[in-house]
């Protein structure tokens, strides 16, 4: 079955950085875009970012540009989001998930992982 695990998160002061990772399997990793989202405390999911399933094209949500890279490398079956400048704001669950339609940019999801917590706190 698909099973995406996440890891890298953690208690990081503001203007930090983290490297997550989802170690995905259960399915062709190579055939599907994924992408990255985020909930915070009492906050509904949100769409952080998405990668095609080549790694050619990626795409942000305003809050996070020019600050988070998303990448992918196929044959580890693994995704990546590198994220600096965090703020207090950035503070949520990150999730990595499959978009049920394929496209990167997708905010509707058949599969995700169980999260991983980043705090950031001075």
């Known amino acids: 079955q698909v099973q995406l695990v996440e890891s890298g998160g953690g208690l990081v002061h503001p203007g930090g950085s983290l490297k997550l990772s989802c170690l995905a399997s259960?399915?062709?990793?190579?055939?599907?875009?994924m992408s990255w989202a985020r909930q915070a405390p009492g906050q509904g999911l949100e769409w952080v970012s998405g990668?095609?399933?080549?790694?050619?094209?990626?795409a942000y949500a305003d809050f996070v540009k020019n600050r988070f890279t998303v990448s992918r490398d196929n044959a580890k079956n693994t995704l990546y989001l590198e994220m600096n400048s965090l703020k207090d704001e950035d503070t949520a669950v990150y999730f990595c998930a499959r978009p049920s339609d394929n496209w990167y940019r997708s905010t509707t999801y058949d599969h995700r992982g169980q999260g991983t917590q980043v705090t950031v706190s001075s």
């Open positions: 990668i095609t399933y080549g790694g050619s094209i990626t």
């Open positions: 259960g399915f062709t990793f190579s055939d599907w875009a």
